[in-house]
């Protein structure tokens, strides 16, 4: 009867308004998570940027370049993420690391006086950074004694021009440098076991539970350079709400909404019909998932949504029929 048909229509009309905001709340987490994983991602790059624009550019010894690279770097990644560039904290960082390679450069008579007065600082601002990180005491005293060492050297030699901060110090003839014949310094590979324990404590404090590490240090090259073609612009010009389907390599066909696009990076995230998240793609790499079939656009509509809405609609034709 009327009222029966009614009833059914206001529980399946509740239903689906109640699974839909549970959809659009999923979505939500499913973007905040891959945007929490883009922010560790550019982290990363900028604390990577800085100290290799420094230790690629200056001829340091290689002690110096294993700590700023395996430990400074990570320091960086934190405050990066959790202070911001334009913080006090992530400005001084960056200025003890510029004054610990100007401490290392030879000085004159008057450079080894201000180095003496600059000691305690940087010391102390070394090791406030490396609490932070909680590099290993172990290690930390290890590096000092090298670095104090170098730093007596200093003190003790003479030379004929200053070096100033920020420029490149003439250390050609300096036993301590470690250069190769092209006058650059030998790559020094990130300590693995510091950046997963940096990146897990970020992810743990962000409540960023979810994001593996691999997601962030795989993967970290640059996308080759692609000229723009049909299948690029059919990827730039995706707008959500669009839906997709995708076809893995075991032939598994997956279809998903296009739900969110990063402001930051241009990250597509595509999310199912429970807005669970499904695939996360970059621009050039969507474009080539269409380029070579493995992805297609289809209708915007899947067929259970039509199918609901039809049953919806015919509901509302026979109750008002009666």
């Known amino acids: ?30 973007a905040r998570l891959l945007q929490g994983k883009e922010q560790l991602k550019v982290a990363k790059a900028r604390a990577r940027l800085e100290v290799e624009r420094r230790v690629r550019t200056a001829r340091v010894p290689r002690f110096i370049r294993e700590f700023l690279v395996r430990y400074w770097q990570n320091l960086l ?24 390679l100007w401490s290392i450069a030879p000085k004159t008579a008057e450079e080894r006086q201000r180095l003496v007065k600059l000691l305690p600082q940087l010391l102390g601002a070394l090791r406030e950074g490396m609490s932070l990180i909680s590099m290993r005491e ?61 990146l897990n404590r970020l992810i743990e404090e962000n409540e960023l539970a979810g994001i593996e590490v691999e997601e962030i240090t795989l993967g970290e090259e640059d996308e080759p350079a692609v000229e723009d073609d049909e299948f690029v612009d059919m990827a730039r010009g ?33 999310t199912n019909r429970q807005g669970l998240k499904a695939a996360d793609k970059t621009l050039h790499g969507l474009a080539a998932e269409f380029r070579r079939g493995s992805a297609r656009i289809i209708e915007d509509v899947p067929l259970f949504e039509r199918a609901v809405s039809s049953l919806i609609d015919g509901l509302r034709q026979n109750t008002g029929n009666r």
Do not use: C
């Open 138 to 198: 172990e290690d930390f005293q290890a590096f000092l004694g090298e670095l104090a060492d170098l730093h007596a050297e200093r003190v003790n030699r003479a030379t004929a021009a200053p070096a100033e901060a920020g420029t490149e110090p003439d250390m050609e003839d300096d036993p301590l440098a470690d250069i190769d014949e092209a006058g650059e310094a030998p790559p020094v590979e990130e300590d693995r076991e510091v950046t997963y324990a940096t």
């Open 77 to 100: 990644l934190v405050l990066w993420v959790q202070e911001g560039e334009d913080s006090v904290a992530w400005k001084k960082a960056i200025a003890t690391m510029d004054n610990l």
């Open 238 to 270: 995706l707008q959500q709400g669009t839906w997709v389907e995708f076809t893995g390599d075991d032939g598994e066909v997956t279809r998903a909404k296009l739900t969110w696009v990063s402001p930051v990076t241009g990250a597509y995230l595509f």
């Open 1 to 30: 009867d009327v009222g029966l048909f009614g009833e059914l229509l206001e529980e399946l009309e509740a239903f689906l308004a109640e699974e839909q905001r549970k959809a659009e709340t999923r979505v939500a987490e499913s």
